[in-house]
């Protein structure tokens, strides 16, 4: 028998979200996690228009056979979820007039409408995001565990999660992105005498200065608010604490966040903590054959997510699971894997 997936909108802090939960063959309440997309106009699946990406999906179909439920939501502003309380809905450009916090608080939103469900055990819930989503999961967790009273979460999965500023993540990008162009365009950045480190730091000077949602840099609209607060965000703030389990997993091949960071988290999150750095793994999670490059990304999602991916976190979510049923509470002591 294959899972069963429910259709089902929740309450969001500006409208009702929509997601998909999936519910394993059996008899709940199930331990159960929220997935979360990375960023930009990402779906429930984490697809977008022109990149099925399709990680949360595949990540909910690996996580029902070991008997752990799931909730995936679109993002607000995309798919379902760009209706509107007074029952208008949002232009397809919507999601660029959300803030990185605005996430996070729908992240939030998603973890107490998941606690709510009978399908799903309350004190076995944890939160799984990759990429954005592991910034917006560190910051719910963070803002759930020291907040009011309620459900807590069990434990928190950073797919592809940064541990620097979001401007030095995107420094970064640009150092080690360029040497990775096609021949013709770095001779022509070459020609013209540019440098894409000091463009982007203009660039987030430019959007610094902004005060609107949205703006246009250089030509296209870009989503203003979200970059200026992810440009100061550091995460570091939300892992120190995340007094929790933690897994941290993050390719080898991953050129949009530094693998190094998986020292970072490890020595940042004050609960126990494994960290893997997956071989060959690239950023979208899959794994990427030859030189690390972004211009293999149209193929690489033609492929599975990676299945060591899914199954190192399968099988970390389902021994937590199994250890907060037994031992409900207990903290054992920090393990960096």
């Known amino acids: 028998m294959s899972p069963r997936e429910v259709q089902l909108r929740f309450p969001g802090p500006d409208r009702d979200l929509a997601g998909t939960l999936t519910v394993p063959v059996g008899d709940g309440p199930f331990?159960?996690?929220?997935?979360?997309?990375?960023?930009?106009?990402?779906?429930?699946?984490?697809?977008?228009?022109?990149m099925p990406i399709d990680s949360t999906r595949q990540l909910a179909h690996a996580l029902a056979p070991a008997g752990i439920a799931s909730l995936r939501y679109d993002k607000?502003?995309?798919?379902?979820?760009?209706?509107?309380?007074?029952?208008?809905?949002?232009?397809?450009?919507?999601?660029?007039?959300?803030?990185?916090?605005?996430?996070?608080?729908?992240?939030?939103a998603a973890f107490a409408a998941l606690a709510t469900r009978p399908e799903a055990d309350p004190g076995r819930l944890f939160i799984v995001g990759h990429s954005e989503g592991?910034?917006?999961?560190?910051?719910?967790?963070?803002?759930?565990?020291?907040?009011?009273?309620?459900?807590?979460?069990?434990?928190?999965?950073l797919l592809s999660g940064a541990a620097q500023r979001g401007d030095a993540v995107l420094r970064r990008q640009a150092a080690v992105i360029a040497p990775t162009l096609p021949a013709p365009v770095r001779a022509l950045l070459r020609l013209l005498r540019v440098d894409l480190i000091s463009k982007v730091s203009r660039n987030h000077d430019k959007i610094r200065a902004t005060t609107t949602d949205v703006t246009?840099?250089?030509?296209?609209?870009?989503?203003?608010?979200?970059?200026?607060e992810y440009l100061d965000h550091d995460p570091r703030a939300d892992l120190s604490r995340l007094d929790l389990?933690?897994?941290?997993?993050?390719?080898?091949?991953?050129?949009?966040?530094?693998?190094?960071?998986?020292?970072?988290i490890a020595e940042a999150v004050p609960g126990p903590v494994e960290t893997w750095c997956a071989p060959d793994v690239s950023h979208l999670l899959r794994t990427q054959p030859g030189a690390a490059s972004l211009r293999a990304y149209k193929q690489e999602v033609r492929r599975p997510v990676e299945p060591a991916v899914l199954g190192r976190v399968t099988k970390w979510v389902t021994a937590r699971?199994?250890?907060?049923?037994?031992?409900?509470?207990?903290?054992?002591?920090?393990?960096?894997?």
């Open 245 to 264: 389990p933690v897994l941290a997993v993050t390719g080898s091949k991953d050129l949009q966040v530094d693998p190094a960071d998986l020292a970072a």
């Open 31 to 50: 331990p159960a996690a929220v997935l979360v997309s990375g960023s930009g106009p990402l779906d429930r699946n984490s697809n977008a228009p022109r």
């Open 76 to 108: 607000r502003g995309v798919g379902e979820s760009r209706s509107l309380r007074d029952g208008t809905t949002e232009g397809r450009n919507g999601w660029k007039r959300v803030g990185l916090l605005d996430n996070a608080a729908d992240t939030a």
């Open 321 to 337: 699971a199994a250890r907060e049923r037994d031992e409900p509470g207990v903290v054992e002591e920090r393990h960096r894997g």
């Open 134 to 157: 592991a910034l917006l999961v560190a910051h719910a967790a963070a803002g759930l565990l020291t907040g009011p009273s309620g459900p807590r979460p069990a434990g928190v999965v």
């Open 216 to 228: 246009r840099i250089g030509g296209p609209t870009v989503n203003a608010k979200w970059f200026r």
